[in-house]
């Protein structure tokens, strides 16, 4: 995965980084270590649970790898992965050199980073937080859980949080500002459409989410009463702030994939999208909805049948769009020449198991109904359908398709396929059996089942296809180490794929484009393909080339410089975050330093010299 | 797998005794009569959109040769069609959805109704009939064919009441009572356990409900309103003054005797539950005996201390405990 094409490689130019691309890698390769951590921990709570009344693993123990589980899978791993995605794939797609702040971006890889070291920090201390990732209130209020693993959770989220926020900002504005000329909204790839909108999502989730944390901490640590009982005050007001933002942070995870699949389907298929401005709106009306269906994480808590209902019908509404997706997915490949790489394979992999996903999600969008099947195991089947059908497989499916383009490398096919069948097959083999658990009275979050309730064989079963999942990592990590090895170069468009990203060398050079294109129409790089008889009107044969005379010189190419600032502000927070575990003196020094780092990142020039 | 659900539907609630397809009361009936009508409604869905998928994933494969197909950029009536088609999907499962929300989750109309208030506490529950001055734990008698209006209350964090086969979850939350009700339809004992992560033990906060004969019920309720009988075996009046004694009184009450400690279960007519620590052990002397010597053991966590007791001491007890019917 050599990135040497007019970089200096040394340690020092990876901490000192802004180039998209770069922090990409870092945070695909951060992200895809939590992903086989938190795989790990969840291995192990299959273990657990492979037979009725095991002691493999003590309650406590057991609490702990869960709540570890859920967060590390939704904060360190899926998040990051999405935004390594986010950072390598949307400025390529929209010709632009960099993002709007590639400081900005530096910093939000380092907190993230920092706050995912900083709650594994908690494992070789063993005070692991035991919550749940949803850290209901009062269970982890310091009554019933003293000691400090819920502040470990806190103030990792806390942290990592404010990377997503600026994140969220960071990519807002590159799409809204940085594309090329005659990139207009509707001729953007749908994988930058779904960014744009994951990222207002972001900063319109995380704020109460993080208003919650720090009321949380002032209740864990300053004696406050914001979710006191006792006090006169609600403690469900928790569960509202964490599910305001905790449904939308679904959507953050999935729409991403669906944007992914938007581009790899049309690739695949030799035909350009079905319905192109349907699928847009149709993630728009997702992201939209999205806001307003959190009580369907809270229907057993009696807030009364109005508020329910209510709920429950906006719920169902979300199942309009997704399916509107799917069909028009179905309607791309129909009639096409399917060719079926692996990432076509994770695609389609998607689309067939996401509808199962979705259509428990329709099961449990009543809310008589849910009211049997929450906090059961019918539920962990369809989020794990949902996030591993759909965000995973979509991960996957983007890893596949923009490797070549990222490391000038072709994966191999072969294991490329044995890993899309062993995790098709161990994602079914786990979690379809998850539903008859469900249904058949196990509840979530419990470390164990008894003997005689009929559940034995399917909690086998999830184990046994577990273990397939870990298996299904093999052919992954050989295949990259093979690639690494000697894998085939990739030449600029080894995909005969229609978007701008595909127009430069394999890695893209340190510039991305040494002259920024004038785009006029979607899908630029299938002109040729597209007949004159299906093109819209005033649309006129072009593609991607740059809008100047011939005689007129290139414009000069100015890249940002690389920084030190970013790191030194992200190293202050992460002072701040360790001293909030019980160390005024810890918080006030990283306070100073994030005060340094802030002003030497405003007063250091942010672009150099014209580099060509 | 939809064979296997259909072999685990057939089976009868016996063999899974915390099944919710397999209900014993109006509210549990109602909410799985209208399960069933959405799980076709999914089934059918699911078997369209895969049958599609697999007809393209085989159909529409490159051959080779193949020149680049048409290029289509959408249909309006097709779009319309698949916008349309899953709404109307969805106003067929919202309709009977609302009527059935406005029916669970509403007091229960039935002015007969038997009030059983529910307190959860880390890690068991505490049962409370006012009308009939009983306090019991881990285990509710109802009558069959009456309504029981259940009043849900917290002592601490979050849980969830949760008998598969008589009713929904409801939350007990603390600082709010919650309701739910239900009205049994036949005989029997059911499992039940609590449905909110509420720590260490959580796995084993079980509980039963035993819906009884009415008369039955009249002769359960009779017994239990009544404070505990003096022993009359030897064995069991010494168990009675080990009970005394001990850190035992200073968590349990045993109405009738000095015993009232709050915190635990009240033991007033222990011997005549059918489990021991919330539904982890079959109530018999040697479980019991078990538990004694080693709460920890049998369930982590939970805040009965292994008070240090000799094997004579714990014979005793187990007889007195026993003789509380």
Redesign the interface.
Known sequence: MAMTDGYSTGIRSWLTTVDHKRIAIMYFVVGFVFLLIAGVEGQLIRLQLATPERSFLDPDLYNQLFTMHGTTMVFFAGMPLVVAFFNFVVPLQIGARDVAFPRLNAFSFWVFLFGGLFLYASVPLRVMPDGGWFAYMPLTNPEYSPGPGIDFYVLALLISGVGSIAGGLNFLVTILNMRAPGMTFMRMPLFTWMALIVSALILLAFPPFTVGLIFMLFDRRFGTHFFDAAAGADPVLWQHLFWVFGHPEVYILILPAFGIVSDVIPTFSRKILFGYPVVVFSGVLIAFLGFGVWVHHMFSVGLGPVVNAVFGGATMLIAIPTGIKIFNWIATMWGGRLRFRTAMLFAVGLVATFTIGGLSGVMHSSPPADLQQTDTYFVVAHFHYVLIGGTVFGLFCGFYYWFPKATGRMLHEGLGKAHFWLSFIALNVTFFPMHFSGLLGMPRRTYTYAEGLGLDVFNLISTVGAFIFTLSFVPLVWNLWRTWRRGEAAGHNPWDASTLEWTMASPPPHYNFAEIPAVDRRDPLWHPYIEPESRAEGDEPGGAVPRRQPDEPPAPVVMPNPSYWPLVLAVGMLLMTIGGLGSLGLTLFGLLVTAVGLFAWAFEPAFGEEAH | ?LF??VL?SQ?CGG???????HPSSDS?T???Q??DQ??W??VG??VV??G??IY??VR????PG?A????????LL??VG??LA??LI?VA??IP??R???I???STPDPEALVVEVIGK?WWWEFRYPELGIVTANEAHVPVGRTVDLRLRSA???H?F?I?RL?????L????E??LWFRPDSVGVY?G????????????M?MRVIVDEPDDFERWARANAAPASTPAAAEARAGQGVFMANACVSCHAVRGTPAAGQFGPDLTHFGSRLTIAS?VLENTPANLARWLDSTQHVK??NPMPEVELSDAQIRQLVAYLGSLR
Request: include cysteine; hydrophobic fraction near 45%; charge should be negative.
């Open positions: 797998m296997l659900g685990v089976g063999e899974y005794p915390q099944s919710t397809l549990a109602l909410i799985d209208l399960f959405i799980f409604w999914a869905v699911f959109v895969e599609i998928l393209v994933f529409f494969r490159e051959r193949d680049r197909p048409k290029q289509v950029h959408g249909h097709l779009e698949w916008t899953p709404a969805l499962i919202a959805s609302i059935a929300i406005f669970i989750d509403r880390q601490d964090v979050m969830s949760w598969p009713a929904g979850k409801r939350d939350v603390p600082g709010i919650n309701q499992h356990q609590c449905a909110e992560f509420c720590g260490t033990a959580h796995a084993l079980g539904g982590p966590g």
